[in-house]
């Protein structure tokens, strides 16, 4: 038969061959960042960081949506002017570019 145990808290005793943990290495309790103080106990988050770091990733990943289609919608605004330009599958429209200064100084639109 099992009888309930108190359980306390131990701490390990120091061996002789025991290697102390660099600091460099361990997780601080709080840090401070452009988010506001993030707290951890033993190296996990609480929940109020953990929403925090959920909540930037979140935003991190939607300015990466926004970011990543802005060259889709130039494209899609450029296609559009160029139908104003004729009809449908009737014009062909063609851009050209001059060379400007010396060899590999860069190309002009004009």
């Excluded at 979140?58 to 139908?83: I, S």
């Amino acid at each position: 038969m099992m009888t309930p145990a108190t359980v306390s808290a131990q701490i390990p005793p120091k061996m002789k061959m025991t290697t102390d943990i660099p600091a460099a290495i361990t997780t601080p309790d709080k840090v401070e960042t452009r988010l506001g103080t993030l707290k951890f106990f033993d190296g996990l988050p609480d929940k109020e960081t953990t929403q925090k770091l959920y909540d930037n990733l979140d935003f991190q990943r939607g300015l990466a949506v926004v970011l990543n289609t802005m060259p889709t919608a130039g494209l899609y605004a450029t296609r559009e002017a160029f139908a104003t330009m004729g009809p449908a599958n009737q014009t062909v429209f063609i851009a050209e570019s001059q060379a400007t200064g010396s060899f590999g100084q860069g190309i002009g639109v004009y």
